[in-house]
């Protein structure tokens, strides 16, 4: 009966030699794969990283643009709004050349 507990020792010690030139024999053919993988996330990465800086140039570019068009946007409603008061400030200059004795009694009021 002895022999069969050397026999079963012996059977253990080679199945776990088996199992660890497995594992190594895997490892070595799955190490090309990842380091193909990491290289992919790398260069992943990068173009990811790039994208987000051109993003960020194109929102800077954007934030520029609206700042002209609210600029633009100002001088036209100024201009318009000036425009509006052009026959208001004609009809007043109007009065004041075709009266002009009038503006010497405000003047010396």
């Known amino acids: ?30 190490k090309p794969k990842i380091d193909h993988l990491k290289a992919v996330q790398q260069r992943i990465q990068k173009e990811t990283d790039k994208i987000k800086g051109e993003t960020d140039e194109l929102n800077v570019h954007k934030e520029h643009i609206m700042a002209d068009v609210d600029h633009a946007k100002q001088a036209v409603t100024l201009t318009v709004n000036e425009t509006k008061q052009l026959p208001q400030n004609a009809k007043f200059l109007a009065k004041t050349a075709v009266d002009p004795g009038k503006n010497k009694k405000m003047a010396k009021a």
């Open 1 to 30: 009966m002895e022999w069969i507990g050397w026999l079963s020792l012996a059977v253990f010690v080679a199945a776990l030699i088996f199992l660890a030139i497995s594992a190594v024999k895997a490892f070595k053919s799955m």
